[in-house]
């Protein structure tokens, strides 16, 4: 059974710092792109970024680039996202997900309709 579990929400004042986590099992983790996506209220979802099975390529969107970091550790199983200076706007439900890997560059190219395994996500609120 495929599952990946986000863990690591809060609620924080602006300027703050999280670290979210996802646990996944069921598939070939090490095989697949990690992305963290985001959707607020009224919001479509976002992809905030996106690593590659290896961990060597990684891909952030503007509004995160120089304040989230990804990361995985495969053997665990595991993925990251740590946010740092968090501010208002970063609230949001945070989801982890999966794309299988089609070869170089691929991960960079998904969309959020793209992924193909999904956690059920994990709340951060950032207060001003």
């Known amino acids: 059974q495929v599952q990946m579990v986000e863990s690591g929400g809060n609620s924080v004042q602006a300027g703050g710092s999280l670290r979210l986590s996802c646990a996944a099992s069921?598939?070939?983790?090490?095989?697949?792109?990690l992305g963290w996506l985001r959707q607020a209220p009224g919001k479509e979802r976002e992809e905030v970024a996106v690593?590659?099975?290896?961990?060597?390529?990684?891909s952030y969107s503007d509004s995160v680039q120089g304040r989230f970091t990804i990361s995985r550790d495969n053997a665990k199983r595991i993925g990251y996202l740590q946010l740092d200076n968090l501010k208002a706007e970063d609230t949001a439900m945070y989801y982890c997900?999966?794309?299988?890997?089609?070869?170089?560059?691929?991960?960079?190219?998904?969309?959020?309709?793209?992924?193909?395994?999904w956690g059920q996500g994990t709340q951060v609120t950032v207060s001003s």
């Open positions: 069921g598939f070939s983790f090490r095989d697949y792109c």
């Open positions: 690593m590659s099975p290896g961990g060597g390529t990684t």
């Open positions: 997900a999966a794309a299988r890997y089609t070869g170089p560059g691929a991960c960079r190219r998904l969309r959020p309709h793209d992924f193909e395994y």
